[in-house]
Nanobody, 119 residues
């Protein structure tokens, strides 16, 4: 299963961006769709995750500012990021798990998209 991310870029503090992650391949079902980020010199961290049952989790630093959503018909996840701060600057990675044909589990990572928050 391949993931293609888009939507990163340069934005001023207080601005907004929306990331997209489209999954393709022999997908049978998708369980969790999530976004991670990695800033220079730091470990990769979970930003937000959405399960097939629609339960979501967010890291504390983005609660109230970021919203994760998914379109199951398009196998696509989104991350709406509002009120961006300089500390949100990182490479953002999409992560998806589920089952692919004939019936084996998969876990895939996207290539990463750079988000830079700076004036």
């Amino acid at each position: 299963v391949q993931l293609v991310e888009s939507g990163g870029g340069l934005v001023q503090p207080g601005g907004s961006l929306r990331l997209s992650c489209a999954a393709s391949g022999s997908i049978l079902s998708i369980n969790r769709m999530g976004w991670y980020r990695q800033a220079p010199g730091k470990q990769r961290e979970l930003v937000a995750q959405l399960s097939s049952g629609r339960s979501s989790i967010y890291t504390d630093s983005v609660k109230g500012r970021f919203t994760i959503s998914r379109d199951n018909d398009k196998n696509t996840a989104y991350l709406q990021m509002n009120s961006l701060k300089s500390e949100d600057t990182a490479v953002y990675y999409c992560n998806v798990d589920g089952f692919e044909l004939p019936s084996r589990p998969f876990g895939s990572w996207g290539q990463g998209t750079q988000v830079t928050v700076s004036s």
